[in-house]
């Protein structure tokens, strides 16, 4: 006979028969509950900061409405964006990269090398492709070294923060590359209906990030690998797999970022090409709201983050306080997100 899960059908000792079923449903229905609360909230809390800075320049600010000084603030964010895309699969593994700065002086010191001595379309494609996929071959030596050496994360890519801008330095010989192609700068300069394509670029990278965190088996298997990496090992995820995947895509996206770099500026300095932008990824990722601790991977956040952080630069610096300042403040920022971080936890 068949039994109907009915409240009318059930016999007077259903409901104790039912009981475990109810009790081993319900936890996990209301953690997967409380985690979604809890994400809503801080996603939430950046937006209502972001809103506020917003709103306090639009009446405090002259000349905030204006288009220049929406693109001004875009533009400056990408690379910090793009780079910070790249930084928060590494710490959902519950790693972290020091050396995007390095990969980017890296791949911008490879392109200029590629279209200035090689003419033509053949040039400009060599110097989007090669100089990337130099940077991803960094990201692979790191990912070695963690998963492979076992050397821990931030020891790991020290080497290629400290040797990574010599190497880009000793290719160029040291000297500034300074040029003018409009074909390869178009990625930094060009726009399209008025929309410069670098904050296009760094809205569809958003996207695509955001989507394979979040509905691919990688996406899963990144944040149970950062979650608990033992557990996820002895589960059958391949978790030095993941982590070597997320280290190559750090290092290739923020060898990306360095072609944006050197596109904006019309030169290539090895010496000044990403110096400082691991700090600012860091920062936009913990601001963003993806723990420092692994296990979690908000790519919004990030974007959300790293128009934070820049647009509290430009208010500072648009009421006459110095740069030097801004530093502190952005330091102040961090500490505070990471406070309530662990208060969240």
């Not at 209301?30 to 900061?49: C, D, G, N, P, Y």
């Not at 399209?192 to 996406?219: D, E, S, Y």
Request: with cysteine.
């Amino acid at each position: 006979m068949a039994l109907k899960l009915h409240s009318n059908s059930l016999p007077a000792e259903a409901p104790g028969a039912a009981a475990p079923l109810q009790s081993a449903a319900t936890p996990r229905t209301r953690a997967s509950s409380t985690v979604q609360k809890l994400r809503h909230l801080a996603m939430q809390r950046e937006v209502i900061v972001l809103l506020a800075m917003v709103l306090f320049n639009l009446i405090f600010t002259p000349h905030f409405w204006s288009l220049q000084t929406f693109n001004v603030n875009m533009t400056q964010v990408v690379t910090i964006v793009i780079v910070g895309i790249g930084m928060t699969l590494v710490v959902a593994t519950g790693g972290i990269d020091l050396s995007v700065g390095a990969s980017m002086a890296i791949s911008g010191a490879l392109a200029p090398m590629l279209f200035l001595n090689i003419q033509g379309p053949l040039g400009i494609g060599l110097a989007f492709v090669l100089p990337v996929l130099a940077a991803a071959a960094c990201g692979v030596f790191n990912g070695l070294l963690v998963t492979r050496l076992a050397v821990q994360p931030i020891v790991a890519t020290l080497v290629l923060f400290i040797a990574g801008r010599g190497i880009a330095q000793v290719v160029t010989d040291g000297s500034l590359q300074a040029f003018n192609t409009p074909a390869f700068q178009w990625i930094a300069l060009g726009k399209v209906a008025g929309v410069p394509f670098q904050v296009l670029l760094m809205l569809a990278l958003v996207g695509l990030f955001a989507w394979i965190v979040r509905k691919t088996l990688f996406g899963q298997y990144l944040l149970i690998t950062g979650g608990n990496e033992k557990a996820a090992y002895l589960c059958g995820v391949p978790t030095a797999t993941i982590k070597l995947i997320a280290y190559t895509l750090c290092a290739a996206l923020a060898g990306l970022a360095g072609l944006i770099s050197i596109s904006v500026n019309s030169s290539s300095d090895a010496n000044v090409v990403g110096l400082g932008v691991e700090l600012d990824a860091i920062a936009a990722v913990a601001v963003g709201g993806t723990a420092l601790t692994g296990g979690k991977a908000y790519i919004g956040g990030t974007l959300i983050g790293a128009l934070i952080i820049q647009l509290l630069r430009y208010t500072l610096l648009a009421h006459g306080i110095p740069d030097a300042a801004a530093l502190v403040v952005k330091a102040g920022i961090i500490v505070a997100a990471v406070y309530v971080q662990r208060r969240a936890r």
